[in-house]
């Protein structure tokens, strides 16, 4: 067994979740920087009974590497920790704090620091291209696995194929469209380091922006206002560019059925949002490069 042994209780449901399941990451890291303790002599022990989720994979390739991860559902006998670090919930995170925040709306170190040891981990790759910005563009679709049962998905888009066509006509830029659902959590890793700008509706997904390079923006798209400052905060903290647009005609070009809700994108509206990211990136990564 390893050295030092974390104890990680998470919540019911949200170890699928890409936000949440970002918080239970976030809160071991800070917990393994305050015992300065090294990964390499770190066994993860999971203290719920939660079936196997698409992202458990972090918990090894990041911080486990003393021994494997260690389910206590599979566990047949006891275990001795004689050093023993208990990960807080995530739920105590400060990405989930209700609290005013409008004195920390800047680039954090610690955020930069957790990045870059996942950036280690996973061998990210930013894109060196000066002369053309790389976006990646996240949708949003029902889905089903043997993992997670997602037939009914909010905020998806109506009319995805007339805002991306609207998006390739901006000079300078390239666009690739995914669903991360259907992407190993190492491949949905290395398409946010690897592209300069992500748009989406809003959704766990957009956490990816963390692993964006530091001139990197994320256009967040809502539909409706008020769904929460979860992503903006993400964006300052990474020290990245952010826009937010909301559907300026709720609860019109807004339907829900069976499958989900979706949104009608009035791309006039939409498309300045984009361009001043892409303006704004450009100088961002001309900087970085000088």
């Known amino acids: 067994s390893a050295e030092v042994t974390v104890f990680v209780s998470r919540e019911k449901g949200e170890h699928v979740n890409m936000y949440h399941t970002l918080t239970d990451w976030y809160m071991a890291w800070q917990a393994l920087r305050v015992v300065e303790v090294e990964y390499t002599s770190v066994q993860i022990v999971l203290l719920d009974a939660h079936s196997e989720g698409p992202l458990d994979g972090f918990w090894n390739q990041v911080f486990s590497k003393g021994s494997p991860i260690l389910r206590s559902s599979e566990m047949k006998y006891p275990i001795l920790a004689p050093k023993a670090v208990w990960s807080p919930p995530g739920y105590s995170n400060i990405l989930l704090g209700k609290n005013n925040w409008e ?102 997904a957009l956490s990816h922006c963390l692993w964006m390079p530091s001139w990197g923006g994320l256009v967040e798209m809502g539909s409706r206002a008020n769904l929460g400052v979860f992503f903006h905060k993400i964006a300052l903290w990474a020290g990245i560019h952010y826009e937010n647009w909301v559907n300026p005609h709720y609860p019109k070009q807004y339907r829900k059925d069976q499958s989900g809700d979706y949104t009608h994108v009035d791309l006039d509206s939409f498309i300045p949002y984009v361009q001043r990211t892409v303006d704004a990136v450009k100088e961002r990564k001309k900087a970085a490069f000088r």
Do not use: W
């Open 103 to 204: 004195d920390c709306m800047k680039p954090m170190r610690m955020m930069e620091a957790f990045v870059a040891d996942v950036d280690d981990a996973y061998n990210g790759v930013h894109s060196q291209q000066q002369n053309e910005l790389k976006i990646l563009f996240i949708s949003r679709r029902p889905y089903q696995t043997d993992m997670v049962d997602h037939k009914f998905v909010g905020r998806q888009l109506d009319n995805q194929d007339s805002v991306i066509q609207k998006i390739k006509e901006i000079e300078d830029v390239s666009i690739s469209v995914v669903d991360f659902a259907h992407m190993p959590l190492k491949d949905q890793i290395h398409s946010a380091a690897g592209h300069d700008i992500m748009i989406g509706m809003h959704g766990a």
